[in-house]
Nanobody, 123 residues
Framework: QVQLVETGGGLVQAGGSLRLSCTAS????????MGWFRQAPGKEREYVGA????????SYADSGKGRFTLSKDGPKNTMYLQMNSLKPEDTAVYYC????????????????WGQGTQVTVSS
């Protein structure tokens, strides 16, 4: 089981930036594909993006393309989500997850989840 801890959330004005971090508890973190999801109040958890185990391949939901960037630092067991040009509609709790099996954009493909970090974008 992988334990994940997200940090870096906060309150930012529209147009601003935040970098979220997701740190894993185990050294084999480098062998996992990882994903970011978010959940706004009253809405379902939705896919934000994912990064391959090597860190060389990334994919993004349309909502974040051109604004969000995923990266991994294997030796630090940490994944990052750089979010630029933030919009009020990006307000949500952001979760990182370790991929198990299945398509990366679906929550059922992930076994281990962090506790989430709140991102609030004011207009």
């Amino acid at each position: 089981q992988v334990q994940l801890v997200e940090t870096g959330g906060g309150l930012v004005q529209a147009g601003g930036s935040l970098r979220l971090s997701c740190t894993a508890s185990i050294r084999t973190f480098a062998t996992y594909a990882m994903g970011w999801f978010r959940q706004a109040p009253g809405k379902e958890r939705e896919y934000v993006g994912a990064i391959s185990w090597s860190g060389l391949r990334t994919s993004y939901a349309d909502s974040g393309k051109g604004r969000f960037t995923l990266s991994k630092d294997g030796p630090k067991n940490t994944m990052y989500l750089q979010m630029n040009s933030l919009k009020p509609e990006d307000t949500a709790v952001y979760y990182c997850a370790a991929h198990s099996t299945g398509a990366l954009r679906y929550t059922y493909a992930y076994d281990d989840w962090g506790q989430g970090t709140q991102v609030t974008v004011s207009s």
